[in-house]
C-alpha cells in the first residue's frame, strides 16, 4: 500500500525512489533523502510530475518538546535560535547530511523558511553554522565529534529565552508518517526540506571559502542545473 525507503546511504536514494513513483504509492524517505541538495531536488520534482505525496524529516521535528515551544506564551515571538546536535561525518555525503541534518532540521523547525545565507567556522570536533533570515533573525546550528553527544535547543523569544529540543524517541516521528500515509498530506513541504539542504550545502562551500558567507539563492540554482543535467 505504501512504501517506506530506510537505506542509510542517502547516494541510493534517488534510483530507489523512481520505480515508487511510477508505482504511484506514497512514500516516507529516511533522511537525508538524497545525497546532493540536486538529488532531492530531482526527486522532489519527480513526485511531483507522478503526483505521488512524498516526505522527509528527522525524528528531532515531531519531539514533544520542540513542538511546545512553537507555542510556548513563555517564548513570545521567536526571535532566533541555536541548534545543538551530533554531526558524524561520513566521507560519501557533504558533511551535515549524514548526521547535522538532525539539528539544522530541529533549527528549521523552530526558525521556519527564509534563510538568505550561511557562513562556518569548524574545527577537527566541531563546526557552528550561522544563517541570517530574510527578516533580520539569525539561527545557529552547532554540531559537535568530541565530548557529550546531546541534542537540544535554545530558543530567543521576545518575552523569554528557552531550553528544548531533547530527543524523544521515534514514536511522534512515526506517528505522523502513519497520517501521512492515510491522508496522502506531507506534515513538511517539500519547498521547507529544500531550504534545509541548501543551507547544510551552503554551509560546505562556506567552508571551502573559509568561513565566508554564501547565499543559498546561489547554491540553490547550481544544484537546478545539475538536477537538470541528470534527466
Known amino acids: 500500500d505504501v512504501v517506506m525507503i530506510l537505506s542509510i546511504d542517502g547516494r541510493a536514494h534517488l534510483e530507489q525512489a523512481k520505480p515508487v513513483f511510477a508505482s504511484g504509492k506514497p512514500v516516507f524517505i529516511d533522511k537525508p533523502i538524497g545525497g546532493s541538495l540536486a538529488d532531492a531536488i530531482e526527486i522532489f520534482r519527480l513526485a511531483e510530475r507522478s503526483g505521488v505525496p512524498c516526505f522527509t524529516s528527522s525524528a528531532l521535528r515531531f519531539s514533544p518538546g520542540t513542538q511546545a515551544v512553537l507555542t510556548d506564551p513563555a517564548v ?6 541555536t541548534a545543538n546536535s551530533p554531526c558524524k561525518l561520513e566521507p560519501h ?33 566541531t563546526d557552528v553554522a550561522v544563517g541570517v533570515w530574510r527578516d533580520g533573525r539569525i539561527g545557529t546550528f552547532r554540531g559537535t565529534r568530541n565530548g557529550p553527544h546531546g541534542y537540544g535547543l535554545t530558543v530567543f523569544g521576545t518575552k523569554g529565552i528557552v531550553e528544548s529540543g531533547k530527543f524523544e524517541g521515534y514514536e511522534p516521528l512515526l506517528v505522523e508518517i502513519v497520517k501521512f500515509f492515510k491522508t496522502g498530506k506531507p506534515p513538511v513541504s517539500a519547498d521547507e526540506t529544500l531550504e534545509i539542504f541548501a543551507f547544510m550545502e551552503a554551509a560546505d562551500q562556506s567552508k571551502r571559502q573559509g568561513g565566508c558567507p554564501v547565499a543559498l539563492e546561489t547554491v540553490m540554482k547550481k544544484a537546478q542545473q545539475a538536477a537538470a543535467a541528470t534527466k
Open 76 to 81: 513570545g515571538d521567536i526571535r532566533g535560535c
Open 93 to 125: 555525503h557533504p558533511d551535515f547530511f549524514y548526521y547535522g541534518i538532525h539539528g539544522v532540521e530541529a533549527l528549521f523547525t523552530i526558525m521556519g523558511t527564509g534563510c538568505t545565507s550561511v557562513s562556518r567556522a569548524g574545527t577537527e570536533g
